[in-house]
């Protein structure tokens, strides 16, 4: 049996489960920038499945999106990351249950 | 496109990616987060997508996990103050998850197999991105910089 696209989706769905998982059941911020991450990754592997089962594969435009989306993945990651160091400078914690100072 | 190496290489990254979501030691989280990304980069790889696992591999492992790392460095004395699990947003993982399952499953025009194509090369990807793509590069490159003066904002000290 050689895989469908179908088993791709799956396994895509599968990983973007998990970093919603980490996302809302973590409560350490990096752990939810990790979180992201691997959603982030699950919707790579979406385009880069659907260029490869596609009809018209040649123009390769699956792989274009794909690359674009990893470079918007590391700008936001290195952002998150400086977001995380800069709380932790501020409030000693980065448990994101502790900063609450907005809250009305 | 092997199956074996492809059921090897699918029970490896979603395990990986499971232990990075839910291990309570931070650097072991980190470890695991790195494997997940050189599954998903075999995945890239089974796919016929080459240039986008190797940039998968070079970014990710070489630079956002040494990140993560560092930011776990940086902020250790918080390490190991990860309370329990929220059971609420498991619940609702587990539903997203059956949901989309259930869609796919559904979806009967999914159901393909791969059509044969040629490689795609390097050659080729430069070249869509120096013509068809320059502008969408060219935005990139601003958003890169932008990000990185962002960051060195960010993490600068305050002065008062």
């Avoid at chain 1, 880069?48 to 990651?77: D, K, N």
């Avoid at chain 2, 695991?32 to 940039?55: D, H, N, P, Q, T």
């Avoid at chain 2, 979806?107 to 795609?120: E, F, Y």
Wanted: charged share 10%.
């Amino acid at each position: 049996m050689t895989p469908t696209l179908q088993v791709f989706l799956i396994i895509s769905a599968t990983l973007f489960s998990i970093g919603l998982l980490a996302v809302l059941s973590r409560r350490h911020a990096i752990f939810i920038l990790i979180g992201i991450e691997i959603m982030l990754a699950a919707a790579n592997l979406n385009f880069i499945a659907f260029w490869r089962f596609g009809p018209q594969p040649q123009p390769p435009t699956g792989v274009m999106i794909a690359l674009f989306s990893i470079a918007i993945a590391a700008a936001e990651a290195a952002v998150g990351l400086a977001m995380v160091i800069a709380v932790y400078r501020h409030y000693h914690t980065t448990n994101v249950d502790q900063l609450d100072q907005l809250r009305g | 496109m092997n199956s074996a190496a492809f059921i090897v290489t699918a029970i490896f990254t979603v395990a990986a990616a499971l232990a990075a979501a839910t291990l309570r030691n931070l650097m072991h989280a980190a470890l695991s987060f790195a494997a997940a990304f050189v599954g998903i980069a075999a995945l890239f790889f089974l796919l016929g997508a080459e240039f986008v696992g190797l940039a998968l591999v070079f970014i990710y492992i070489g630079a956002v996990a040494v990140l993560v790392v560092f930011t776990i460095l940086l902020t250790r004395r918080d390490v190991g103050k990860d309370r329990g699990f929220n059971w609420g947003g498991a619940t609702v993982a587990v539903a997203v998850f059956a949901c989309l399952t259930w869609s796919i499953l559904k979806t009967q025009s999914l159901a393909i197999g791969a059509p044969h194509i040629a490689t795609l090369t390097v050659k080729r990807i430069g070249a869509a991105l120096m013509t068809t793509y320059v502008w969408p590069l060219q935005c990139v490159g601003i958003l890169l910089t932008a990000a990185l003066i962002g960051a060195l904002i960010l993490v600068m000290e305050e002065r008062r």
